[in-house]
């Protein structure tokens, strides 16, 4: 073999290593690319989620500022008697018995 012919192969090689080092170049960028748009994504997802978190758990501190006895009733219910008794005192102390 002559030494031309040896450096064109070895030319030719060096080209083909060349375009395929470009051609997977270009895969890996358009792969990160793709990886960094759906990382932006569930990140956007993410956040959404945790101002509904925040909303949900707002809602539960008002309900339970405001309607918290409502579970102390319902463990300790207060008895049909009890009910009819302080309606019954409620209607003694009306404003119109006192005129």
């Given at each position: 073999m002559e030494t031309?012919?040896?450096?064109?192969?070895?030319?030719?090689?060096?080209?083909?290593?060349?375009?395929?080092?470009?051609?997977?170049?270009?895969?890996?960028?358009?792969?990160?690319?793709?990886?960094?748009?759906?990382?932006?994504?569930?990140s956007g997802r993410?956040?959404?989620?945790?101002?509904m978190v925040e909303k949900v758990v707002k809602c539960e501190r008002l309900a339970m500022e405001k309607f918290g006895h409502l579970t102390k009733r319902m463990e300790h219910p207060v008895s049909f008697q009890s009910q009819s008794k302080a309606?019954?005192?409620?209607?003694?102390?009306?404003?119109?018995?006192q005129l």
């Open positions: 031309s012919t040896i450096s064109s192969r070895v030319e030719g090689l060096e080209d083909s290593l060349h375009e395929k080092i470009e051609v997977m170049s270009n895969r890996v960028d358009i792969l990160a690319s793709s990886l960094h748009d759906k990382m932006d994504n569930i993410v956040d959404k989620l945790a101002e309606a019954v005192d409620l209607r003694r102390r009306s404003p119109l018995d």
